[in-house]
């Protein structure tokens, strides 16, 4: 499931607005806490320096709920 989480947010970087659905989607299936580190970890060396409030904004809210 992963693995096909980071293909669709490599085909949907180009928008933004797409590129937050899908991350907020892909956090709501992803329920290991290791698994969100390491998924955080991809993130932010894939597309940090192209969306990194999106992502802050995203994982700072898994940490909440």
């Known amino acids: ?22 991350l907020h989607k892909a956090l709501k299936w992803i329920t290991d806490a290791e698994e969100v580190q390491r ?15 999106i992502i802050k904004g995203a994982f700072a809210q898994t940490t909440t709920n």
């Open 39 to 53: 998924f955080q970890e991809w993130c932010i060396t894939e597309f940090g320096t192209k969306y990194p409030k």
């Open 1 to 22: 499931m992963l693995e096909l989480t980071k293909k669709i947010l490599r085909n949907v970087s180009f928008d933004a607005v797409l590129f937050q659905k899908e």
